[in-house]
């Protein structure tokens, strides 16, 4: 190894071939570049031709410069040249990589394996076998690694196979092995450490002393482990504390909570103080929010320790009281709802209502203090509702005492028994230890909780199984039964302070708590139920299928439970219920490492030396292209080279034409849309509500041209008429407008869809029948998006005061259509000036008023979805093929009927302008032509 | 598949053939301003002058009404005008497909431009032209330019089949007059046997040589090895710079045997180079051509 500084050789014998670049030289010099190619007609005059100075063809200097530049760029790589080079490992013997693989080694895993990869090709290059040793005990389902000595190459790929597990690590054990495989005493050992003290580490730390020399690694302060606790509760907060193992000047974490899909819903700062191993943080979680979090985690640090699963514990579940919310009524201190709100308000998310309002949401748990005593009929529901999961829980007081109730988990007597009081010589009695059968065992009893009222069980032989409380004299003050699923619990006193003071105390909060817990499904009676295991995190955090190998947890297990091969970290339980078992609350608090004496340390780093020698041969196989293309180009076998360079911009065009032109082919091959035959069969609900879709034939008739439509009524004369007169002024719209209407349109609002057409004309005859559901809806939405109905009363006069009230064929087929509010025609409307100036609107007869939608220009633009007018226009318009009216108009004559012809122009202009000769531009023009 | 590589090339030939005639017609038309009738009088359409008329000249070619604006007959005489055939003929062979830029033509094409160009001028005169070789008589009119022209193309689609850089060597009438394009770039002594063949038969010659400027200047430098485009050999030079010199000498030499060969015979040459325009070398023949009429008339 030649060390020059930062840079040296790796094998600088290589560099011997630097001596013959001279050579090179020389040949390069020496061999003419080849000839180019040139076809030449006139080539009979050249034969027989040579030059006569013999000079021969000279290399470009530049070109000798590429081929010698080409030569020891291979020379330098061949010499295996390295960047910052690092001194060959101190001793003789084998390289032992003593790993911590723990959970703690979770964070910065990847510069672990990079710095041991490092000392690897340390010992390669010296040619010394490698021993890679991990301290935290394998995985169950681990394939037998060989031990001991190794080449190099075989290390990496072990090394490579390595992960931190989510356990502790077990130094004692790996001292024996290390006993056990007798490594040659010679050994330089290096320990990449996690950083925490452990058990075992006095004895691993003896053992690997005995060897020639011995290099601690140690973990920098970001990637020192911290260990996330189980967050507790705290009201509607949970309160998050991390540990660390030393204290080394402030730090921040961030701590951030994922949902069970992975995404983070909240996210939290955590300071360590700077002198502290502990740190805090509150991390507001509001019910709904608490209830999507599934785990929590320290950013950056990706480990089995930093990883937080939560479980129902920590979710807020809903809980409702049946009864009346208590500061409507007023008192407070005398309901029980209020004591019951106020226990459990932090803790769950709370509703109060009858039974129809609180049973029907999710509710886990159901309160039912005595006051609002359910009803027959509800008690039927709720024990319905108790079978399929529900925990409901009664509490005692003077209606229960009076009988009659059933919905109780055992038999009571009739009537309260009173302890103590002014008639008593009996002392208010306090509670017996719960027992064990109960989900209150464990909990603390205060001496000073008195009961001094409650109800009786009758005595049956199963009641002491019922019993989860009692009182010190042994009559059951909580009894229970397991109904299907779900729990029927009663509390044989009241909610409120009126019995017993049970309700002030702290242990109330606390047995609340615990029924609530209950209907998580895993407690109860499955409190001897063994817990598979059901999900477990990996060395990096991760939840997965558990390993194999991984045992079933007692039940109890949360005090026992000890991170470990067979039982990793996660959820146990069955998909229906899971209880998280953490790292954080089963080991040990991290303690920084007593580094052995004598021996050295340093940080575990990521930079290091720097194999140069593929960037040479890059450089190497660059130059080798360019002289390739150089002396294609030198010989004129490139002659494109100007083309070319055209070529490129061409090609990326294309390029990226292609890469724009790829989405909608695509697209066109996605599946056609399915045909519309199946919108027949389609229910009138669906229909009301949403557009039908069209085919084509039905799309492109109505789109391609204009169209005027008319509803048919069913009658042969007036549909006749209808179409005679559209067909009429369809001629009129041709020869006087730009407008070039289509034939008319038929609609028959049962089959055919009307938006696709401006203007309907609709007839009013007595013989229309009343129109479908489906009808009616394709007009009101065909009226919502803009549509204009002309509807034709045809009656002259007779309703033209009240349009909808006068004519009762017309109220009876508007029915059920939304009706704007209608108002006669104001004289100065758009529909007088949008062809032809009009004053009056004549059909076969004249006079009338035309109604159209109140709103006074605000609503929709001053368009009128609706007008209505009684002249029987389509009679005026209708002509016969030679284009002679087919029906007499009176009493104007053929001047009256070509009015109405104006009028139709108008009406048709306003359908399709809309209030565009509104427009106060033309006003000007309009005021000149009406004066004059 | 022959039918499609056949259809492909009539098809390029149908477009370029109405191409290359418009670029000869303009080119013809440019040259012939400068060029005037015979100013003799003779057998032809247009007419001459009128002169009194003498006995035993026909009835039938008094212009009456000139004779009725005087007392004298006159009879209108019109310009003489010698159809003479001409035979036209240009080398196909490979190393006519040559340009030395992109942008030039090769000498093959300005040989066809400069060969329909000189037919389409003849035609006007009223000559009577063929393509040598092909086998038809000489006929006259745009027709007799058009059957050059479809000669021409229907050589060029058989391929380069019969290409010599020679023309043929056919029997032709004494007093003919043959047009040869090529780059004359063959030993002198086969061109001296052709040019005696002709001779011999009293027949009348115009050469003419096309070369790329590339053949005539070698522009080309350093190491390169030349290739001939009719399988000549290969022939490397190391500098090309070098025999630069040389080369014009030689070229020189053959351009002057050229000269020597042509001038017992009375034959013209002319040099032309395919980056000059076609007009200059079209307006020497023409020239040529009329001249030699004119002293054989007079």
């Known amino acids: ?932 | 598949m022959p039918s499609a590589s056949v259809l492909n090339r009539s098809l390029e030939l149908a477009e370029t053939l109405p191409a290359l005639m418009v670029a000869a017609d303009r080119v013809a038309a440019t040259v012939i301003q400068g060029v005037h009738g015979r100013r003799r009088v003779g057998q032809g359409d247009a007419f001459w002058q009128y002169r009194p008329y003498r006995e035993g000249d026909s009835v039938s070619r008094i212009d009456w009404r000139q004779s009725a604006r005087s007392r004298n007959l006159f009879v209108r005489e019109t310009e003489w005008e010698a159809a003479a055939s001409v035979w036209l003929w240009r080398d196909a062979s490979p190393s006519m497909q040559y340009a030395s830029l992109r942008n030039l033509e090769t000498k093959a094409e300005r040989a066809e431009l400069i060969t329909l160009a000189l037919a389409s001028l003849l035609t006007d005169a009223s000559e009577r032209i063929a393509l040598l070789g092909s086998g038809l008589r000489p006929s006259t009119g745009r027709i007799a330019v058009r059957r050059v022209a479809e000669a021409l193309f229907a050589e060029r689609s058989r391929g380069a089949g019969p290409s010599s850089s020679l023309p043929p060597l056919v029997p032709l009438p004494a007093h003919g007059t043959i047009v040869l394009v090529s780059d004359w770039l063959d030993p002198l002594d086969q061109i001296e046997a052709m040019i005696r063949h002709y001779a011999s038969a009293g027949v009348r010659g115009h050469l003419v040589q096309v070369l790329d400027p590339a053949e005539e200047d070698l522009p080309f430098q350093g190491h390169v090895k030349f290739e001939g485009l009719e399988a000549e050999g290969q022939h490397t030079i190391r500098r090309v710079e070098g025999v630069r010199a040389a080369y014009s000498a030689r070229l020189a030499a053959q351009r002057e045997g050229l000269q020597r060969l042509a001038r017992p015979a009375d034959w013209t040459v002319h040099l032309h180079r395919t980056d000059r325009p076609p007009q200059t070398i079209l307006l020497s023949l023409y020239l040529a051509m009329a001249d030699l009429r004119r002293l054989n008339a007079a």
């Open chain 1, 1 to 932: 190894m030649l060390n020059l500084g930062a840079f040296a050789f790796a094998a600088p014998g290589m560099l011997a071939l630097l001596l013959v670049l001279p050579v090179i030289y020389w040949l390069l010099r020496m061999i003419p570049p080849l000839p180019r190619i040139v076809q030449f007609p006139a080539i009979r005059l050249l034969i027989g031709l040579e030059p006569t100075e013999q000079t021969p063809m000279k290399m470009p200097w530049w070109l000798l410069l590429l081929r010698l530049l080409l030569a020891i760029a291979l020379i330098v790589a061949v010499a295996r040249p390295i960047l910052n080079p690092q001194a060959d490992l101190p001793g003789h013997g084998p390289l032992l990589l003593m790993i911590d693989d723990g959970w703690a080694s979770a964070p910065g895993w990847a510069t672990r394996i990079t710095h041991a990869e490092r000392l690897i090709d340390r010992a390669e290059r010296s040619g010394r076998p490698v021993i890679v040793m991990g301290t935290a005990p394998a995985p169950l389902d681990a394939p037998t690694t060989r031990h001991g000595a190794l080449r190099p190459e075989e290390a990496r790929t072990l090394l490579r196979a390595f992960r931190p597990k989510p356990w502790p690590t077990d130094r004692a054990a790996a001292a024996a092995e290390l006993d056990r495989m007798q490594v040659d005493p010679a050994a330089y050992a290096v320990w990449l450490s996690d950083g925490l003290q452990d058990a075992g580490t006095d004895a691993l730390s003896e053992r690997l002393r005995r060897f020639s020399g011995l290099q601690v690694i140690l973990p920098d302060q970001v990637t020192t482990p911290l260990v996330l606790l189980p967050p507790d509760a705290e009201g509607r907060d949970l309160k998050v504390r991390a540990l660390r193992p030393v204290a080394d000047g402030p730090r921040r974490a961030a701590i951030q909570a994922a949902d069970d899909q992975g995404r983070v819903v909240a996210r939290i700062e955590l300071d360590f103080p700077a002198t502290g191993t502990q740190g805090e943080g509150v991390l507001p979680a509001p019910a709904e929010l608490r209830n999507r979090m599934a785990r929590l985690d320290i950013e950056n640090q990706g480990g089995a320790g930093s990883a937080v699963l939560l479980d129902e514990r920590h979710r807020r579940r809903p809980v409702s009281i049946l009864g009346e919310r208590a500061a409507a009524a007023g008192q407070p201190l005398l309901q029980e709802v209020y004591f019951l709100e106020r226990a459990l308000d932090p803790y769950v998310s709370l509703s109060i209502g009858d039974r129809e309002n609180v049973l029907n949401r999710n509710t886990a748990v159901l309160l039912i203090p005595d006051s609002s005593a359910p009803s027959p009929a509800d008690r039927e529901e709720i024990a319905k509702w108790i079978e399929s999961g529900g925990v409901a829980v009664r509490f005692a007081g003077p209606n229960l005492a009076a009988g009659g109730d059933t919905l109780v988990p055992t038999p009571l007597r009739l009537g309260d028994r009173a302890l103590g009081g002014v008639m008593s010589w009996g002392k208010p009695a306090t509670l017996a230890d719960f027992p064990t059968n109960s989900p209150f065992f464990g909990i603390p009893i205060p001496k000073d909780v008195r009961i001094s009222q409650q109800v009786l069980a009758e005595p049956t032989p199963d009641l002491a199984d019922k019993t989860w409380a009692r009182l010190t004299d042994g009559t059951p003050l909580v009894t229970a039964e397991k109904r299907g699923q779900g729990y029927l619990v009663l509390v044989h006193t009241t909610a409120n302070t009126g019995w017993s003071n049970l309700a002030l105390s702290g242990l109330f909060v606390d047995m609340l708590q615990r029924l609530v817990l209950l209907s998580r499904g895993v407690a109860g009676d499955g409190i001897n139920k063994a817990l598979k295991p059901w999900r477990t995190l990996d060395g990096f955090g991760r939840l997965g299928a558990p390993p194999a190998g991984a045992q079933m947890l007692p039940a109890d297990a949360d005090k026992s439970f000890k991170p470990g091969p067979t039982t990793p970290p996660g959820l146990y339980g069955d998909e229906n219920a899971q209880v998280a078992f953490n790292l954080g609350d089963h080991v040990a608090a991290p303690k920084p490492l007593v580094v052995p004496s004598g021996a050295s340390t340093d940080r575990l780093s990521e930079g290091g030396e720097t194999d140069l020698s593929r960037w040479f041969l890059l450089a190497a196989a660059i130059l080798l292209l360019a002289d390739l293309l150089i002396s294609l180009w030198l010989r004129g076998m490139f002659p494109r080279a100007l083309r070319l360079r055209r070529a490129v911009p061409a090609a990326l065009a294309l390029t990226l034409f292609g890469f724009l032109a790829t989405p909608p082919d695509i697209q066109a091959q996605q599946p056609a849309r399915p045909p519309v035959s199946t919108q027949a069969a389609a229910p009138a609900t669906d229909a009301a509500t949403a557009a039908p879709p069209l085919t084509d034939a039905q799309a492109l008739r109505g789109a391609l041209d204009v169209r005027l439509a008319y509803i048919v009524t069913g009658d042969k004369d007036v549909d006749d008429t209808s179409r005679a007169g559209l067909e009429g002024l369809s001629e009129v719209l041709r020869n006087r407008t730009s407008v070039e209407p289509a034939d008319p349109v038929a609609l028959d609002l049962d089959r055919d869809e009307p938006r696709l057409y401006p203007l309907i004309y609709w007839p009013i005859t007595a013989t229309q029948p009343n129109l479908s559901p489906r009808a009616s809806a394709a007009l009101d939405r065909y009226l919502r998006t803009g549509g204009i109905i002309f509807i034709d009363t045809r009656d002259q006069q007779m309703s033209f005061d009240r349009p909808v009230g006068g004519n009762p064929d017309l109220k009876r087929l508007l029915g059920g259509i939304e009706m704007p509010p209608l108002v006669s025609m104001p004289p100065d409307h758009v529909l007088t000036k949008s062809f032809y100036l009009l004053s009056d609107m004549p059909g076969r007869w004249q006079g009338g008023k035309i109604w159209i939608e109140a709103g006074n220009g605000r609503v929709n633009d001053g368009v009128s979805t609706i007008l209505i007018g009684s002249n029987d226009y389509a009679g005026a318009w209708a002509v016969d093929q030679r284009g002679r009216g087919l029906l007499p108009v009176s009493p104007g004559g053929e001047t009256q009927r070509e009015m109405a012809y104006r009028f139709g122009v108008n009406l048709v202009m306003h359908a399709l302008t809309g209030n565009y000769k509104d427009d106060q531009v033309h006003i000007q023009d309009i005021m000149q032509r009406l004066r004059r």
